[in-house]
């Protein structure tokens, strides 16, 4: 999502919404996960703890 970028639709505002949470759950790269994304950081710390 782009500020100024207009929406036509509930629809399209819901795809949005949901391709940004896999985003920042999956692709987005956090310095304090040692430069993993959330989820590969939980996958790994789980993998540890086993």
């Known amino acids: 999502m782009y ?3 207009e929406l036509v639709s509930y629809d ?3 795809l949005k919404i949901e391709q940004y949470i896999y985003y920042y759950n999956h692709e987005r790269i956090k310095e304090k996960l040692a430069g993993m ?3 590969n950081y939980r996958i ?3 993998q540890l703890a086993a």
Do not use: D
């Open 37 to 39: 994304s959330p989820v």
């Open 12 to 14: 399209e505002l819901k």
């Open 3 to 5: 500020y100024g970028e």
């Open 44 to 46: 790994h710390a789980s």
